[in-house]
């Protein structure tokens, strides 16, 4: 560790603790209603029993890890988190073939672009009604408005990143004596990798968000459900407690995906790592 | 002493004045390039006639736009000329292949490999098996002095050094045919005399046929058997040299400046009609 790491840390945390401690005066000295904004010790208490597990450990009838993860936060973060990857592996496990087709082949890109132009404008929340008419409640409508969100930004990279592939690598290919696949598979594709990995990121930022949208509305479990809950209770506190949890598993997504990024793009330019 | 011989403009006397032992290995006959452009046509290349021989080390040499690009390209199978024949080995060319490497002037390699695998990739596409592409690029990698870069991405190399992966990654395929679009053209002079000193060793060691195209006087006489100048549009073989310096040559000496006043003479003329079609606006076509 050294003292530069130190000093961008303390930096980087004064401004959230100066906000916290003001809020924490604000409601001490009852500046705020505790039911319109509850203190942050207050949430953070119930953060803590959210969290935790809602029974004593009980040896005889579960192991201490499975007692460990059984507290209702650890359940609806895995519910969202299961939700997003369905979503996004079907949504981008649909879009990244569509794409490769679109940005290698003209006459597919000509046929199938002006429906795509069409849909993606439309957002995700607008299927809402129609994903419940199809799938009724549960996970099948979720999975489907995640699949939608997470499908437009792979499928846009990928046309660009294909079509945006500097002709001299293929004419270099070309000359090495490579055949269409070859030049598909080692020239093309990882050309295109930046692209289609930023348009992963977009897309998997862009379940997270409709993930909770579609518990709000949709299943009863997961984040997004859970604070919609509260909200019939009052708890104000639970709702904040939730929506740092879903802050925080963002950013914990955002930074596992980056690092992967930089792994995969280390012979990238644009990135130093 | 006979330094520089030049040859008559016509090309039909120059193959035969070179044809004692020599083998024709590229031959370029009748070939006309256009383009179509909106508003109208440019004539990249006219009426080019040109045979080089097996082995030989030709360099073409002309002003910016003269059309020594699209020369080379068609050579390489890119860009099929308007009209005119082209043969390599006495078969018509209508692909790239690897029978023809090519270097090109932004290097062209493949940022996603390393420099190994960039030199590999080649034989890859051959159908080479692992333990038969281990040894050549190693062999490679010791003669381009990469050895130790072996395992680094593109964007971590210099420009010298990309230019060496890119030579060696074409060296790889055993080609006959090399050909070079101002390959050293981004290099500072030190790295570009060192990269054409190796070039030339290359080439003795290799016997390879290389057409090189330069906008450099200099280099072109460093380097060349042959200089063939290009006009500027229409592009034509305006004069066709051979240079018979003994070599390593020395770009001080006497003889190597004077056919250096000769060339520039030649070139500069064809840059005043660069410079009042593409300055000037005016159009010669
Ligand atoms: N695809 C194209 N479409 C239209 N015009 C072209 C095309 N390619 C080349 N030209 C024109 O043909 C002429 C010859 O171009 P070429 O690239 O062969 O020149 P060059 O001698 O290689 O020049 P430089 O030294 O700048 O590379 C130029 O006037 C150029 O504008
Ligand atoms: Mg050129």
């Known amino acids: 560790m050294n003292i530069s790491r130190f000093k961008a840390l303390g930096e980087g945390l004064l401004v959230p603790v100066a906000v916290l401690l003001l809020w924490q005066v604000a409601c001490s000295a009852g500046w705020v209603n505790p039911m319109v904004l509850p203190s942050p010790a207050a949430v953070a208490a119930r953060w803590w029993s959210y969290l935790a597990p809602l029974e004593a450990y009980d040896p005889a009838t579960e192991s201490w890890i499975a007692w460990i993860f059984s507290g209702e936060l650890i359940h609806d973060s895995l519910a969202s988190l299961s939700r997003v990857v369905m979503g996004f592996a079907v949504g981008a496990g649909l879009a990244l073939p569509l794409g490769l087709f679109m940005g290698t082949s003209d006459s597919i890109y000509r046929y199938v672009n002006p429906l795509m132009q069409l849909l993606r404008p439309i957002p995700p929340i607008a299927y809402i009604p129609l994903s419940i008419l199809w799938f009724g409640l549960g996970n099948a409508p979720a999975v489907f408005l995640i699949a939608i969100g997470a499908f437009f930004p792979v499928l846009m990279n990928t046309i660009a990143g294909v079509r945006h592939v500097d002709s001299i690598y293929i004419r270099a290919a070309r000359s090495l004596g490579a055949s269409r696949l070859t030049i598909f598979r080692r020239v093309i594709l990882p050309a295109a990798t930046p692209y289609i990995l930023s348009g992963a990121r977009i897309g998997i930022g862009t379940a997270f968000i409709v993930v909770i949208v579609a518990e709000m509305i949709a299943v009863n479990n997961g984040l997004g459900f859970r604070i919609l809950e509260a909200r019939e209770y009052f708890w104000s506190d639970k709702i904040i407690a939730g929506m740092l949890t879903i802050g925080l598993i963002g950013l914990a997504i955002d930074l596992a995906v980056s690092r992967l990024n930089n792994h995969l793009l280390r012979w990238h330019r644009g990135l130093e790592s | ?285």
Request: net charge negative.
């Open chain 2, 1 to 285: 002493m006979p330094i520089a011989a030049p040859l008559a403009a016509s090309p039909a006397p120059s193959a035969a004045a070179l044809a004692d032992a020599a083998r024709p290995h590229i031959v370029v006959s009748g070939v006309d390039k256009r383009f179509v452009i909106p508003g109208g046509e440019i004539v990249a290349l006219k009426d080019i006639d040109l045979t080089i021989n097996e082995g030989e080390f030709v360099c073409l040499l002309g002003p910016s736009g003269c059309g020594k690009s699209t020369l080379l390209n068609a050579i390489a199978g890119f860009s099929a000329p308007t009209t005119g024949t082209i043969t390599v080995d006495g078969r018509a060319v209508k692909d790239p292949g690897p029978d023809r490497g090519m270097v090109f002037q932004e290097y062209a390699l493949f940022p996603w490999m390393t420099v190994a695998q960039n030199i590999a990739f080649g034989l890859e596409i051959k159908g080479m098996s692992r333990a038969q592409i281990e040894p050549k690029v190693n062999e490679l990698l010791a003669m381009l002095k990469l050895a130790e870069f072996r395992d680094r991405f593109p964007k971590d190399l210099s420009g010298g050094m990309r230019q060496r992966v890119a030579i060696a990654r074409v060296l790889a395929l055993d080609s006959p045919v090399m050909l070079m679009d101002e390959p050293f053209g981004a290099l500072d002079a030190l790295t570009r005399r060192s990269l054409q000193d190796e070039l030339i060793r290359i080439w003795s060691a290799t016997g390879k046929t290389i057409v090189f195209v330069t906008h450099s006087i200099e280099e072109s006489i460093y380097l060349a058997d042959r200089i063939v100048v290009l006009t500027y549009r229409p592009g034509t073989i305006k004069r066709d040299i051979k240079v018979e310096l003994p070599r390593p040559r020395d770009s001080a000496s006497t003889a190597f400046n004077e056919l250096k006043r000769e060339l520039s003479a030649l070139v500069t003329a064809e840059q005043h009609r660069f410079e009042e079609v593409e300055v000037k606006g005016l159009t010669t076509d």
